[in-house]
């Protein structure tokens, strides 16, 4: 018969044993949840108050896949607010989503729906830049076909002729200064053979730089059905371009000419940056705006301060109570507020992830509601060191008190 002692030694055991196994071990400082992001409540993003627009219905994006929401650290897999722990609060916006990170580190610095897919509008511009960009020779001139000008009515254009001799610069300026959709067809047969290989060529590009929740179905970014990006996803393609000088010096540029296109257009005209960031933010390196009635406006813009460069990238925005560029400025400012160590995660360096693949070794970011997020691997030590120790003291216990007979 096993006495009243040795059951009591048994059931606090097993309650110990299922505690370790079921329970995250919270160190200190650190909330237990912290654990498990899942468990963590979304933190409402700081919005401003925007007025009411009529847009039409949102497509219904793909299937969250958990681990590419976790790829550059778990606290970003959240629909909501993150930020380092004991930091002031980044300013309101009107954005669905939005991140800031540190091009040269990668260190993701906050974000509000990191993962969330987003329509990209023009800002995609930016992918066919960071796919083409470098394999293009800029002084060949080429001549523009009926398919390359061929684009919707509603699209924005740069003005080509079809016909009309152009050289590639000419075609990046007039892609990332007026946001040609006519440039972008043209540069994307160009490097891709045909305007669909170009395409291709783009989701190619984008699965090596690890944004796997991007995909293209036209080189402009113009509405397409299936195509989907996010404020992450961005930032590493942006990351990709700024670390190109020829990308830093298109994106700079004030003012360019297009040339004369005789018969057609016997006189040049010029063109203007519409990216008002360039004008009136110190520091500023560039960047892409974009907008259709289905995407709103959306942003990329990336600054310089004390030898510091940070990226903004915004998705599903509205013009008031500020614009775009505006928005994404006070996001910058926040960032550059921040202790240079200041990190929630990380942008994932290129050819470390593809689409089949799971995301890697991301470093857990850490979360406004915990203030561990780099600690997920010594709570799972922790946990079973645990376990190992309940299970040994179990051995000893029951094999030293045998059931006594009466």
Not at 157 to 177: D, F, R
Not at 225 to 252: K, N, P
Not at 346 to 372: D, F, H, K, M, Y
Request: proline share 8%.
């Amino acid at each position: 018969m096993v006495s009243y002692r040795s059951a009591r030694w048994g059931k606090l055991i097993a309650l110990l044993l299922s505690a370790a196994l079921a329970t995250p071990v919270a160190l200190v400082g650190v909330p237990a949840a912290a654990m498990d992001p899942a468990r963590v409540a979304p933190i409402p993003c700081p919005k401003a108050v925007a007025p009411k627009v009529s847009r039409p219905p949102r497509p219904s994006p793909p299937a969250t896949d958990p681990q590419q929401a976790a790829v550059g650290g778990e606290g970003l897999a959240t629909t909501g607010l993150v930020v380092p722990p004991g930091v002031p609060g980044p300013p309101a916006n009107t954005a669905i989503s939005w991140i800031v990170a540190d091009l040269d580190t990668g260190a993701v610095l906050g974000a509000c729906g990191a993962h969330e897919y987003g329509t990209p509008a023009s800002v995609q511009k930016l992918l066919l830049a960071a796919t083409f960009l470098s394999r293009l020779d800029p002084k060949q001139v080429v001549t523009i076909t009926h398919a390359d000008v061929d684009i919707p009515l509603d699209s924005s254009a740069v003005g080509l002729i079809e016909g009309g001799h152009y050289s590639i610069e000419t075609l990046w300026l007039g892609l990332l200064l007026q946001s040609g959709n006519d440039a972008a067809n043209t540069l994307a047969r160009l490097g891709g053979g045909t305007a669909l290989g170009g395409v291709e060529a783009m989701n190619a590009e984008a699965a090596r730089l690890g944004a796997l929740q991007t995909h293209a179905v036209s080189p402009s970014g113009y509405d397409g059905r299936g195509q989907f990006t996010s404020a992450y996803d961005l930032a590493l393609i942006a990351r990709a371009c700024f670390a190109d000088e020829t990308f830093v010096r298109y994106a700079l540029t004030r003012t360019t000419n297009m040339p004369a296109q005789p018969p057609k257009h016997p006189k040049g005209y010029q063109i203007q940056n519409e990216n008002k960031l360039i004008y009136g933010y110190a520091g500023a390196l560039g960047g892409k705006t974009g907008f259709t009635s289905l995407a709103r406006h959306t942003y990329v813009g990336a600054a310089e301060r004390n030898g510091r460069r940070l990226v903004v990238t915004l998705l599903g925005a509205e013009p008031r109570p500020q614009r775009g560029w505006q928005q994404g400025a006070a996001l910058l400012d926040w960032g550059f507020s921040l202790p240079a160590d200041a990190s929630v995660g990380e942008l994932v360096q290129p050819g470390n992830l593809s689409s089949t693949q799971a995301p890697g070794s991301p470093q857990p970011a850490a979360a406004a509601a915990a203030s561990g997020g780099g600690w997920t691997w010594v709570f799972a030590l922790v946990a079973g060191l645990a376990v190992a120790g309940f299970t040994v003291a179990a051995g000893l216990i029951l094999r030293g008190r045998r059931p006594r007979r009466g």
